[in-house]
Nanobody, 121 residues
């Protein structure tokens, strides 16, 4: 079984910064993609950023130039540095990983429980 634990959400003023962290643990053979999605009230969940096992990153247009995704494979962690935050960035942010577990299916999608980011003055 694989678990994700997120941290770093909270309340921040417009223009401020936050850093989200996500730690993967459990029966992991290897981790492929890692990423962050978000869901605002009344909206569908949407991709924010994704980083491959080769550290190739892609971003949603609405965060390009403001957010940076990174990963630490030694610690099985993924980070999202969010700068120049806007009120429209307010959402629950979910960590996502695509893992090869030691037992079970060849690849498994795992989601975190979500962490709330509120951008407001």
């Amino acid at each position: 079984q694989v678990q994700l634990v997120e941290s770093g959400g909270g309340l921040v003023q417009p223009g401020g910064s936050l850093r989200l962290s996500c730690a993967a643990s459990g029966s992991i053979l290897s981790i492929n993609d890692m990423g962050w999605y978000r869901q605002a009230p009344g909206d569908q969940r949407e991709l924010v950023a994704l980083i491959s096992s080769g550290s190739s990153a892609r971003y949603a247009d609405f965060v390009k130039g403001r957010f940076t995704i990174s990963r630490d494979d030694a610690k099985n962690m993924v980070y999202l540095q969010m700068n120049s935050l806007k009120p429209e960035d307010t959402a629950v942010y979910y960590c996502y990983v695509l893992v090869a577990p030691r037992v079970g299916p060849r690849l498994l999608e795992v989601w975190g429980q979500g962490t709330l980011v509120t951008v407001s003055s």
